[in-house]
C-alpha cells in the first residue's frame, strides 16, 4: 500500500511540476542512530519575490529513508512527502540558499530506537542550506524533524540531521 501511495505521489507531480530532481542524504537522528535518505523533487517553476538580493522558488519533495536506530529490533523505513520553499541568492553561477517545508511522513511502525511516535503517521518540518551549483546540483546541510504533533501519545519525534546532493535529471 505504502508503495501505490508513493507511486500515486510522484506521478501525480511529475505531470504537473517542472523539471525533476533526484537527492540522495546520509545523516544521523539525535539519538546517535544513522539515516540515509534517496528523494525525488519536482520543481515548482514559480519564482516569486525576484530582486537583486535573490528569488523565492520551491519545489516537492517525495522521499523515502531508512533509520538504523541503533537497538536490537533493527532498523525503520519511512516514505515522506513535503512542499519545500527555497530561497537562491545571488544571480552567480554558486547560489547560496536556505530551504524549509512542512509535510506527511509515514513510517513501517511506530518506534524508531528508543524512540516512539505513538502512530505511522507522522509530520515532516524541515529546514536546510547549501549551495546551488549551475542549475543543475545542490549540496547542503538539513535538519528533519518527524513527529505526530500530539495527535497520539507517545509523541518522542525524531531528528535526521544529513548532508545531501541532488542533479536535476
Do not use: C
Not at 510522484?10 to 535518505?37: C, K, Y
Not at 522521499?63 to 519511512?78: I, P, Q, R, V
Amino acid at each position: 500500500m505504502k508503495t501505490f501511495i508513493a507511486a500515486a505521489i510522484f506521478s501525480l507531480f511529475a505531470a504537473s511540476a517542472g523539471a525533476a530532481e533526484l537527492s540522495g542524504a546520509i545523516g544521523a537522528t539525535g539519538q546517535g542512530g544513522i539515516t540515509a535518505r534517496i528523494g525525488l523533487g519536482f520543481n515548482w517553476d514559480k519564482t516569486w519575490l525576484e530582486s537583486s538580493t535573490g528569488r523565492l522558488t520551491g519545489y516537492w519533495d517525495a522521499g523515502y529513508t531508512y533509520w538504523e536506530a541503533g537497538d536490537a529490533s533493527g532498523g525503520a523505513h519511512s516514505l515522506s512527502f513535503s512542499p519545500v520553499f527555497v530561497y537562491e541568492f545571488g544571480s552567480g553561477n554558486v547560489k547560496p540558499f536556505v530551504e524549509a517545508g512542512v509535510g506527511v511522513a509515514v513510517f513501517s511502525g511506530t518506534s524508531a530506537g528508543d524512540q516512539e511516535f505513538g502512530s505511522g503517521f507522522n509530520f515532516e518540518d524541515r529546514i536546510g542550506a547549501g549551495l546551488k551549483i549551475g542549475e543543475t546540483q545542490k549540496v547542503g546541510i538539513r535538519a528533519i524533524h518527524y513527529s505526530n504533533a500530539g495527535i497520539k501519545q507517545p509523541n518522542d519525534g525524531i531528528e535526521s540531521y544529513s548532508l545531501f546532493y541532488s542533479h536535476q535529471i
